[in-house]
T-cell receptor
Framework: AQKVTQAQTEISVVEKEDVTLDCVYE???????LFWYKQPPSGELVFLIR??????QNEISGRYSWNFQKSTSSFNFTITASQVVDSAVYFC??????????????FGKGTKLSVKP | DAGITQSPRYKITETGRQVTLMCHQT?????MFWYRQDLGHGLRLIYY?????ITDKGEVPDGYVVSRSKTENFPLTLESATRSQTSVYFC????WGRGLGELFFGEGSRLTVL
């Protein structure tokens, strides 16, 4: 069965520190997709990245980077030089091509990141 | 460019009352979803729809009813609200099935059942 685990419930860092949010997933499909969403205090869900199971290249976007490792079923998210505006709840999510519902995402429980000035 | 809108944004109701949360998208996306967000649970799928007149249950469908007579609307009805249905509800849409792309979320509807 598909499952996403975000073991870190809350993380608190001081501004300019680097922080890594962990995500471990379970799936039986060979084709699947992984996502990260950000939920700032205002409550909306902001899409950050999508990665398919055949693309293990790491990705960097500004201060954000993602490390996808199929060998460990992990899709970790690193924020470099964190800023107060990064304070939010971050969700990792999984979608399978053939299993489950059509196109819905299975979410982890989220990691609340607090960045203090 | 309204995108996807939910109404009402905030609702307080009493146990046993019927409540309908509305979701409207302007993109003509085929797929639409209802999630609920609860502390300690993340987001869980209630119902989804692949097209007009096609709906199916998600992970936590009990106590909810959906319909989709038009592509752009996907209302969620709580026929007899219970306190356990106090939650934040998110509607989402996508033009892609099978996880080929991200979901586009509404701003959420916060429902309190007293």
């Amino acid at each position: 069965a598909q499952k996403v685990t975000q073991a870190q419930t809350e993380i608190s860092v001081v501004e300019k520190e680097d922080v890594t949010l962990d995500c471990v997933y379970e799936t039986r499909d060979t084709t699947y997709y992984l996502f990260w969403y950000k939920q700032p205090p205002s409550g909306e869900l902001v899409f950050l990245i999508r990665r398919n199971s055949f693309d293990e290249q790491n990705e960097i976007s500004g201060r954000y980077s993602w490390n996808f490792q199929k060998s460990t079923s992990s899709f970790n998210f690193t924020i470099t030089a964190s800023q107060v505006v990064d304070s939010a709840v971050y969700f990792c999510a999984l979608s399978e091509e053939y299993g489950g519902s059509q196109g819905n995402l299975i979410f982890g429980k989220g990691t609340k990141l607090s960045v203090k000035p | 460019d309204a995108g996807i809108t939910q109404s009402p944004r905030y609702k307080i109701t009493e146990t046993g009352r019927q409540v309908t949360l509305m979701c409207h998208q302007t993109w003509s996306h085929s797929y639409m979803f209802w999630y609920r967000q609860d502390l300690g649970h993340g987001l869980r799928l209630i119902y989804y729809s692949a097209a007009a007149d096609i709906t199916d249950k998600g992970e936590v469908p009990d106590g909810y009813v959906v319909s989709r007579s038009k592509t752009e609307n996907f209302p969620l009805t709580l026929e007899s609200a219970t306190r356990s249905q106090t939650s934040v509800y998110f509607c989402a849409s996508s033009p892609w099935g099978r996880g080929l792309g991200e979901l586009f979320f509404g701003e959420g509807s916060r429902l309190t059942v007293l």
